[in-house]
């Protein structure tokens, strides 16, 4: 860890105490994982900090990690399926820090973080369309990229890659209308390339 992301660490494990479950660095950009119910105050306090000042939400996304760690000798995922990553700048200070926090299986859900940087509001509502995690408190919380009738959240693992449904628009009845998937479901099956069919040169 780089002698700025080890200080930046240790300020923070001050800062938060147990908020904080865990730091990582990777590409020389450091990775605090917060506690759910801890995302507002930790988000909050390394914004207002004059020491941190993250003012800028760089970006927000949602993460599925169904198939994570299957290699692994104990063939499962070492903690939840469903996590959402939070990518701040300091203008100020000129770093970044990325923050990861776990949701439930069952339910995922957290707090939104649109009050803190109004540049969550769109893309917490892509995770929402696309990973089905919920941002409580959020003003306007629906689908931004799918069709308001879709079914399920195409950025999760589990989701076929042919889609649940099609929609087609239908002339006699003027309107746009869903049917299942006429597609025959296609293998994906990786190319492999012979070296004996070329010449050698």
Same mark, same amino acid.
């Given at each position: 860890?780089?002698?700025?992301? *080890?200080?930046?660490?240790?300020?923070?494990?001050?800062?938060?105490? !147990?908020?904080?479950?865990?730091?990582?660095?990777?590409?020389?950009?450091?990775?605090?994982?917060?506690?759910?119910?801890? @995302?507002?105050?930790?988000?909050?306090?390394?914004?207002?900090?004059?020491?941190?000042?993250?003012? *800028?939400?760089?970006?927000?996304?949602?993460?599925?990690?169904?198939?994570?760690?299957?290699?692994?000798?104990?063939?499962?995922?070492?903690?939840? /399926?469903?996590?959402?990553?939070?990518?701040?700048?300091?203008?100020?200070?000129? /770093?970044?820090?990325?923050?990861?926090?776990?949701?439930?299986?069952?339910?995922?859900?957290?707090?939104?973080?649109?009050? @803190?940087?109004?540049?969550?509001?769109?893309?917490?509502?892509?995770?929402?369309?696309?990973?089905? @995690?919920?941002?409580?408190?959020?003003?306007?919380?629906?689908? @931004?990229?799918?069709?308001?009738?879709?079914?399920?959240?195409?950025?999760?693992?589990?989701?076929?890659?042919?889609?649940?449904? !099609?929609?087609?628009?239908?002339?006699?009845? *003027?309107?746009?209308?869903?049917?299942?998937?006429?597609?025959?479901? /296609?293998?994906?099956?990786?190319?492999?390339?012979? !070296?004996?069919?070329?010449?050698?040169?």
């Amino acid at each position: 860890m780089t002698d700025s992301n *080890q200080d930046l660490a240790a300020y923070a494990r001050e800062l938060f105490g !147990e908020a904080i479950t865990g730091v990582r660095e990777s590409a020389g950009q450091l990775t605090l994982e917060v506690r759910r119910d801890a @995302i507002l105050s930790v988000c909050n306090r390394l914004r207002d900090d004059p020491a941190l000042a993250f003012v *800028q939400l760089m970006d927000l996304c949602g993460v599925d990690y169904l198939d994570y760690g299957r290699e692994s000798p104990a063939g499962q995922r070492p903690g939840p /399926r469903l996590a959402v990553v939070y990518h701040l700048l300091s203008l100020k200070r000129n /770093r970044r820090i990325r923050l990861r926090t776990y949701l439930d299986d069952e339910m995922p859900l957290i707090a939104s973080v649109t009050g @803190i940087w109004n540049s969550a509001a769109w893309y917490e509502r892509e995770a929402f369309d696309l990973f089905g @995690i919920v941002f409580e408190g959020h003003p306007d919380l629906r689908r @931004i990229l799918t069709d308001y009738g879709f079914v399920g959240h195409p950025f999760r693992k589990d989701f076929p890659l042919i889609g649940q449904v !099609e929609m087609r628009y239908d002339p006699e009845k *003027q309107r746009v209308v869903y049917q299942p998937v006429s597609i025959e479901p /296609r293998v994906l099956v990786p190319r492999v390339i012979r !070296e004996e069919g070329f010449a050698k040169g």
